[in-house]
């Protein structure tokens, strides 16, 4: 695994720009002669203030600036190309769909939809445990979506396999231990074949 350590960057106090930060992170580590600012970032990932930011238009970004980039995810964005919300109702709910509809940036950026397809960035599956460790083994880094509220509060440490996490937060959390288990728990809040990751190397 990579012994260097990671850049770290909170999240912004306004609680925005955690996906910013997660890819500004990586940015530094491996460009590490350029500063990215907030506002190139939020260009890098077409966000839109006060707003949820989708990955996939980073990734396509990244690798204009010569990083390898993929995702394993078991959400058909073929399907979200050609239906979008409908998708995402059918998915997971009206309710949910709604709220990607009315507070992500998924409307501005679907546009770009067909030229992530064309990368070949995606690959669709349930991401595993075992994915996180291959790719950590050679050198990628990896990023994950969680429910971060089922890491806090819980008190001692099991001794086997951790993981470390920069967590933007908020709160922000860098170098956050966690253990195989917890790590699981918190990446399928949404299901176990509902869990996605990406990885990025130089």
């Not at 890098?44 to 006060?50: L, P």
Request: hydrophobic letters at 40%; charged letters at 20%; aromatic letters at 10%.
């Amino acid at each position: 695994m990579n012994s260097i350590p990671i850049p770290f960057y909170a999240n912004t106090p306004d609680d925005t720009r955690c996906v910013q930060a997660c890819f500004r992170m990586a940015l530094k580590h491996f460009l590490s002669d350029t500063e990215y600012t907030w506002e190139q970032m939020d260009t890098i990932c077409h966000a839109i203030v006060g707003k949820g930011t989708w990955w996939f238009p980073a990734l396509i970004a990244l690798q204009t600036l010569g990083l390898q980039t993929k995702m394993i995810s078991s959400l058909d964005y073929k399907r979200l190309q050609n239906e979008t919300f409908a998708y995402l109702e059918e998915r997971t709910n009206e309710k949910i769909a709604l709220w990607y509809k009315t507070h992500s940036n998924l409307s501005a950026v679907a546009p770009l939809l067909p030229i992530f397809l064309q990368s070949n960035i995606w690959k669709k599956c349930a991401a595993t445990l075992e994915d996180i460790d291959h790719l950590l083994q050679d050198g990628w880094l990896v990023g994950i979506e969680l429910n971060a509220r089922l890491l806090n509060g819980k008190e001692g440490l099991s001794p086997h396999m951790t993981y470390t996490l920069h967590d933007p937060g908020l709160p922000a959390r860098k170098n956050h231990l966690v253990t195989r288990e917890e790590l699981l728990t918190a990446w399928q809040y949404a299901g176990v074949n509902n869990t996605s990751l990406i990885g990025l190397k130089k």
